[in-house]
């Protein structure tokens, strides 16, 4: 089992910026493909962004925006999102995937006035 908790989500005005926080506990951190969706009011969720051994990979809608990156020391995942617009605004999940299994955290919101 692993277990995630978001954090660092809030209201910001547009072209500001967020990083969001993924704490993880339980199993072994490094081993997981870890990953940030979104979920925005009346919409599915959606892939945001995703880090490998090689890198992150990101949406186009959140490329040259959002980072992502991950410290193994501390078993936490980062989303640095700057330059932020409206249709940024969701609930921010994080996934740690590994051997077929999905593992969800309970999101943080983020919300970006105009």
């Known amino acids: 089992q692993v277990q995630l908790v978001e954090s660092g989500g809030g209201l910001v005005q547009a072209g500001g910026s967020l990083r969001l926080s993924c704490a993880a506990s339980g199993r072994t951190f490094s081993r997981f493909s870890l990953a940030w969706f979104r979920q925005a009011p009346g919409k599915e969720r959606e892939f945001v962004a995703r880090i490998s051994g090689i890198g992150g990979s990101y949406a186009d809608s959140v490329k040259g925006r959002f980072t992502i990156s991950r410290d193994n020391t501390k078993n936490t995942l980062y989303l640095q999102m700057n330059s932020l617009k409206p249709e940024d605004t969701a609930v921010y999940y994080c996934?740690?995937?590994?051997?077929?299994?999905?593992?969800w955290g309970k999101g943080t919101l983020v919300t970006v006035s105009p």
């Open positions: 996934n740690a995937a590994r051997d077929g299994m999905d593992y």
